[in-house]
């Protein structure tokens, strides 16, 4: 694997592999890599894609300065991943070959209501700070085809609709890949390595609640009924609940109710000690 940390050298690089009609598949992730990033690595490549990986914790995006301060660093494991992934190029970038002239000179991008919502309510200018970044990483690395995980759902809309208003949806194909789960259902995440041993004992709980929500909607249940179980399951095992949401998958559109006239999903954030979990399920496909 070869590992840039300018853009100058990565372009340079990438201009002559396109020349030689490789297509580029692109991986953006924040690093502490687990099995889930590995799994995008591995679409890429069976897609027969030069496959780039992006390592870069973003500042930009953490609206809480411990989270951040906090994130998990794991360079050494990861790029060992990465190489026995057989991922072709590393750009690990630093924050001034990012953000030259200040994060708050980026090009900043706005996602309306979809901004607002559910991650958007709860991590203020979280998306903005995510739309700064990747916006920034397609323009250095011009993807064929960009992979992204599922767990990260309402991340997964604001890139598409920032592939739109960049006038890039018709060059980029989007891969938005399964979760990858634990064996008790917990989605993978670089943060669950911050969970105590009891803590992670319980996390698959809330995969378990997606679950319900999902099954209680093809037994003709009733979705308050079962959001309010949910909510005092977590409770009782001590999460903080931010949000157990069913939402029109397309619009992120909080429902009320279960609506099969609508592509539905079913999302969860919520913080066990000092680690936030968030996970979605597609409730009818
Ligand atoms: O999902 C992540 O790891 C990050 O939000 C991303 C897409 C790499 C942007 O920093």
């Known amino acids: 694997m070869i590992i840039f940390k300018t853009k100058n050298e990565l372009q340079e690089y990438l201009h002559v592999q396109r020349s030689q009609n490789k297509k580029i598949g692109f991986v953006p992730t924040m690093g502490a890599l687990h099995d889930g990033h590995i799994s995008l690595i591995i679409n890429a490549k069976k897609d027969e894609m ?113 592939c739109r208003q960049m006038n890039l949806s018709e060059r980029i194909r989007f891969v938005f890949c399964p979760t990858s789960r634990e064996a008790d259902g917990l989605a993978m995440s670089s943060r669950n390595r911050r969970l105590t041993e009891p803590q992670r004992a319980i996390a698959g709980i809330i995969y378990q609640c997606l679950i319900s929500i999902q099954s209680k909607y093809s037994s003709g249940g009733n979705f308050a009924i079962v959001q309010k179980e949910c909510l005092d399951l977590l409770r009782a095992k001590g999460f903080e609940v931010d949000y157990i949401s069913l939402s029109d998958a397309n619009t992120l559109e909080e429902l009320a109710q279960y609506d099969p006239n609508k592509k539905m999903i079913a999302l969860i954030a919520a913080k066990i000690g000092n680690v936030r979990l968030i996970d979605n399920m597609m409730v009818n496909e």
């Open 50 to 162: 030069l496959t780039v990986c992006s390592i870069f914790v973003n500042p930009a995006q953490f609206n809480d300065k411990d989270d951040f301060d906090k994130y998990p660093s794991t360079l050494g494991a990861d790029i060992a991943l990465l190489d026995m992934a057989g991922c072709a190029i590393l750009y690990l970038p630093s924050v001034n070959e990012i953000y030259p002239n200040g994060v708050e000179n980026a090009i900043s991008y706005g996602f309306g209501k979809l901004e607002t919502v559910l991650e958007g309510a709860k991590r203020l200018g979280h998306f903005n700070g995510v739309g700064k970044v990747v916006g920034i990483l397609l323009e250095t690395i011009m993807p064929d085809a960009l992979y992204m995980g599922n767990k990260d759902y309402q991340q997964c809309l604001i890139v598409k609709d920032l």
